[in-house]
């Protein structure tokens, strides 16, 4: 379980094909503090510790199955690409952002970008099959990162950045094109299953 606020921005030191796909990721976390077994959100993508290093640099590895890789863009990775972090919630640990999961549920795809002073203004569109689980003023995590929704338009929402979260998420990045890992609030997840039960 996870909070969706980036802890860290790893980077992909290198990729194994054999099997299922290996990643080697470097982090700031301490590598001697993360346990084999542990679960850490790679771009919002709930993946487990299977090895740890700390040369060159502190790093861990995980293991992607085709599963994962046919629903989120995990496929994309390549070395000096950066990731989001986030260490699973321990309890007593804050809630900063709203419960996810780690289970990606489609790909939403960046449409628009507009500055809006110092911030910018992200227009994603939807898989049709997700969008009505998304709501003005809701949460999404989008790549791991929890958001709240400004507006809905059909299959289109818009997200605005802040500064300091470009600043410290892969969000300063972000392209027309890009195509993200999305997963919706569970609380909506289920008031949808709710309503389908009831009628």
Same mark, same amino acid.
């Given at each position: ?109 960046? #449409? ?27 949460? #999404? ?59």
């Amino acid at each position: 379980m996870f909070t969706g606020i980036i802890t860290d921005v790893g980077e992909i030191l290198s990729l194994d094909p054999r099997g299922d796909l290996g990643a080697r990721i470097g982090t700031g976390y301490d590598a001697a503090r993360i346990d084999i077994g542990a679960s850490i959100a790679c771009d919002g993508v709930c993946l487990t510790v299977v090895r740890t290093g700390t040369e060159p640099r502190n790093w861990f590895e995980v293991q992607i199955s085709a599963e994962t890789l046919s629903k989120t863009n995990l496929g994309t990775w390549a070395p000096g690409v950066a990731v989001n972090l986030e260490r699973a919630l321990r309890v007593g640990d804050e809630l900063g952002g709203h419960i996810v999961s780690g289970h990606v549920d489609g790909l939403a795809e960046v #449409v628009a970008l507009h500055p809006e002073g110092d911030s910018l203004r992200v227009t994603f569109r939807a898989p049709r099959g997700l969008a009505g689980f998304i709501a003005p003023k809701g949460s #999404v995590a989008l790549n791991g990162t929890s958001l709240t929704v400004n507006e809905v338009e059909g299959t289109d929402f818009g997200i605005n950045f802040i500064p300091h979260t470009q600043k410290v998420t892969t969000w300063g990045r972000v392209a027309l094109g890009d195509k993200v890992n999305l997963e919706i609030d569970t609380l909506a997840r289920y008031v949808a299953r709710l309503q389908d039960w009831a009628a």
